[in-house]
């Protein structure tokens, strides 16, 4: 099966200093793979190199097979992809015109049944005329996961999308990740520096420090039999660099 | 005190009255510092918003140019487009169709956009510096395109977008040394507010001066207030 992304020999450096140094990573379609590392370890670099927001310094990056000319990226390509930052920097307006955003940017003006439906996943629906700015952290959030769900995007990124949050939200934004990656097969790329919530939802985990993968595995071996002593530990919640 | 007052009564008789001269002088004003505002708003919107969101060698040169721009004082600019435009000046002879001729509505427009589009333009680029990077990187990951993302961000920096284009009108419509140099004060062609006042309190007439004093400040307050309900009407 071809990968959804193909990493080689990837390096980002900013004013002189490198935050990313990748050997080697492949995500799969459909999976939903776990970044974590502590912070500044380059998690969030790396998610806008895979959503094509960002140019690496050097290496290659193939996206469903093909290479990426970060140069010349076709906007459909573009459009496959997005991102939930940790936070979710909502437009001013309303909860629904938040949702419809990203329809009328590809012209799809009627999308009310859609917004309906993704504004009662995430129980947002009486939220639905309610300003932007007078929601709560966690309200917000879920409104942010449902202008980039509503996009039906092949790929998903999320940036640290539960920190901050109570654990209804969490639990909430945790089991629509679940959801939409079980019913449409969307490859999801979550970073974390959450060990737990990475156990919880993740296929296969990637430990990412000073910008370099120190190991990738599926969720159980990661956890249970890591091959790197610097897994183990950070696992087990020591300072690891 | 007593001529205060009887310019405050005058005034408003001459504008509720209908006068026809008033009206007339209303109406040219109007005209030029509209126009003049449209062309600055057509070149200053997009420009500011590019300076406030693209980052490039001599970036901060154009910055301290435009900032110098905000403050040139209308005299000067109306020298400097007299120079331009008059018959011994350097595009006058030229004879060209787009060339405004001296003394002309048209002049005077070019003047008003020469003040106004600096303050248009760098009212906009800081509004636009404004928006969150965060909200303009979000933008992009839900697949907008370049001109998607001007867009979006303009529409996030609106309040002070409008602030820019408020500042523009208030320049242009409250200046008196550029219409005045270039527009020559012909009456029933180029006479607009600022210069009556001007003429009629050189004259001594100085009831119609405060009249048209209160007009002017009444037109500024109405404008000002019905941006401010549309800046109400976004949140």
């Known amino acids: ?241 | 005190m007593e001529t205060i007052l009887s310019g405050i009564i005058q005034g408003l008789k001459l504008f509720f009255y209908g006068d026809a001269t008033l009206w007339q002088i209303i109406g040219v004003s109007a005209q030029v510092s509209g126009i003049a505002l449209l062309i600055s708003a057509v070149i200053g919107i997009p420009l500011g918003a590019l300076l406030g969101l693209t980052r490039f060698p001599g970036r901060r040169m154009i910055q301290a140019m435009i900032y110098t721009g905000m403050g040139l004082p209308p005299v000067v600019v109306g020298l400097a487009v007299y120079l331009l435009i008059s018959n011994n000046g350097l595009l006058g002879p030229l004879q060209q169709a787009w060339i405004p001729k001296l003394f002309t509505v048209e002049a005077m427009i070019a003047a008003q956009v020469i003040i106004a589009a600096p303050l248009v333009i760098g009212y906009t680029m800081s509004a636009v510096g404004e928006v969150s990077p965060n909200l303009r990187l979000q933008v992009r990951s839900l697949g907008a395109t370049r001109v998607q993302v001007l867009g979006t961000t303009l529409r996030e920096a609106r309040r002070g977008v409008l602030v820019a284009l408020i500042g523009g009108f208030g320049s242009i419509l409250s200046e008196v040394g550029a219409v005045m140099m270039v527009g020559g004060n012909i009456e029933g062609s180029t006479r607009v507010m600022t210069t009556a006042i001007l003429l009629e309190t050189r004259r001594g007439n100085f009831e119609l001066a405060i009249g048209l004093g209160i007009v002017l400040l009444g037109m500024a307050f109405l404008i000002n207030l019905s941006a401010a309900q549309l800046q109400g009407k976004g949140y």
């Open chain 1, 1 to 241: 099966m071809t990968p959804a992304y193909q990493l080689t020999n990837l390096s980002k450096s900013y004013a002189g200093r490198q935050v990313l140094n990748i050997d080697h990573l492949e995500i799969h379609p459909g999976e939903i793979l776990a970044v974590i590392g502590p912070s500044g370890a380059g998690k969030s670099t790396l998610l806008r190199i895979l959503n094509f927001l960002e140019s690496p310094d050097s290496g290659k990056v193939y996206f469903q097979g093909q290479p990426v000319n970060y140069h010349k990226i076709p906007l459909e390509v573009r459009r496959m992809v997005t991102t939930v930052f940790q936070n979710p920097a909502l437009l001013s307006g309303n909860v629904g015109s938040n949702l419809q955003f990203g329809l009328r940017l590809r012209g799809l003006k009627d999308g009310h049944r859609d917004v309906d439906e993704m504004l009662e996943r995430l129980g947002l629906t009486s939220l639905r005329r309610s300003p932007a700015h007078t929601l709560s952290g966690g309200e917000a959030q879920r409104v942010a996961l449902a202008r980039a769900l509503i996009l039906k995007p092949t790929v998903l990124l999320l940036d640290e999308p539960t920190a901050n949050l109570d654990p209804y939200n969490v639990e909430m934004i945790e089991s629509v990740i679940r959801g939409i990656n079980q019913t449409h097969q969307t490859t999801i790329v979550l970073v974390t520096h959450n060990i737990f919530q990475a156990r919880r939802l993740a296929d296969r985990v990637a430990l990412l420090l000073n910008g370099e993968i120190v190991e990738t595995a599926d969720t159980q071996t990661f956890y249970k039999n890591p091959c790197d002593s610097r897994t183990r530990g950070f696992i087990r919640g020591e300072m690891v660099w």
